[in-house]
């Protein structure tokens, strides 16, 4: 594929690990007193900003395309990067691209492989299951694969290494959990929305709600980030978000985790609920291979607001240091 030579140089001009957030205050602590995470403890401080619109025209450039045709129909994403095979699972909306800013920090050491869902009424939690392990099964070779998942795609990633035993070589979940009881407002809900016409951008409250759910976490310093990830989140059909939700209904995996040895780190961010900290707690208990790692200012959405932190977690997890001899 064609580059930019000018934009790639500019790219790898700077060492991966110094990519940052954003330099915003609250990497050093220094919040104004409004903000609810003043007086926390000194931080280390916060190196230049990535800029995003460069790594995603880099990575639609660089990375390779590929395409599935399976039960659950189509799904397609891209491939970038090199080292062990690092298959990353979106969460309920927005695209591969969200991960983009991990992925250039990552691609040095790892074949990173984003995945868009298959749409329409094909695509049922029993076929999805089928065609998300059915693909990862192919890139993960006789090497094996790592996975990473957040909300959702976490639930995927977990029935995904249930399946396929040590061809998983470890996990990284985020906002994950071992089941998800909808109420039977939200069934209905799901159940009603799934015919909705139109994109959730459009929808009343949408913005209002990430507004409060994510904005913060964010850095200010770079506010067209956000409106990257508005634009991006906003473009989901509302029928294929309720049908994804409503999906969840069917997952749990209380009774069989305990029978899976895979190598797991459960990632607590700051920013998280008390729901989301109980669901954490009891996938902790109940693994038998896991650990935990906390990521402060990130809020939930790491792999935009502090993606060098994200990808410092993983690539220490996936790619760890050979060890010392004596």
Not at 21 to 28: D, L, Q
Not at 123 to 133: C, K, M, V, Y
Not at 246 to 269: I, N, Y
């Amino acid at each position: 594929m064609s580059s930019d030579p000018q934009s790639s140089e500019l790219l790898d001009g700077a060492p991966a690990e110094a990519e940052c957030c954003g330099g915003e205050s609250h990497c050093a602590g220094e919040l104004p007193g409004s903000n609810p995470l003043a007086g926390m403890p000194l931080r280390e401080g916060c190196p230049p900003p990535l800029q995003w619109q460069q790594v995603l025209s880099a990575f639609r450039e660089q990375s390779t395309a590929w395409h599935s045709d399976t039960s659950a129909g189509r799904i397609s994403g891209r491939v970038w990067g090199e080292g062990p095979t690092l298959v990353m699972f979106n969460g309920l909306g927005g695209s591969h691209e969200l991960f983009a800013l991990c992925v250039y920090l990552l691609k040095a050491n790892c074949r990173c492989v984003l995945l868009d869902y298959p749409t329409g009424r094909r695509a049922t939690w029993p076929r999805l299951n089928d065609a998300i392990a059915e693909v990862v099964r192919e890139f993960a070779g006789s090497e094996g694969c790592h996975l990473f998942g957040t909300s959702f795609g976490s639930a995927l990633a977990l029935e995904t290494a249930l399946r396929l035993g040590p061809q998983v070589r470890s996990l990284t979940l985020h906002a994950a959990f071992t089941h998800l009881p909808l109420t039977v407002f939200e069934r209905a809900a799901a159940s009603v929305l799934r015919w909705m016409p139109g994109r959730v951008q459009s929808t009343p409250l949408w913005r209002g709600l990430q507004e409060r759910g994510h904005r913060l976490w964010f850095p200010p310093i770079d506010p067209t980030r956000w409106l990257f990830y508005l634009d991006n989140a906003g473009q989901t059909p509302v029928a294929e978000l309720a049908r994804r939700f409503g999906m969840l209904r069917r997952f749990d995996v209380r009774s069989r985790l305990k029978q899976l040895a895979t190598p797991t780190l459960l990632l607590q961010v700051e920013g998280e609920g008390e729901t989301q900290a109980r669901c954490r707690d009891e996938l902790a208990a109940l693994l038998p291979n896991v650990r935990t790692e906390f990521l402060h200012s990130t809020g939930l959405l790491a792999f935009l607001t502090h993606p060098h932190r994200l990808a410092k977690l993983i690539r220490e997890f996936v790619c760890p240091a050979p060890a010392m001899s004596s």
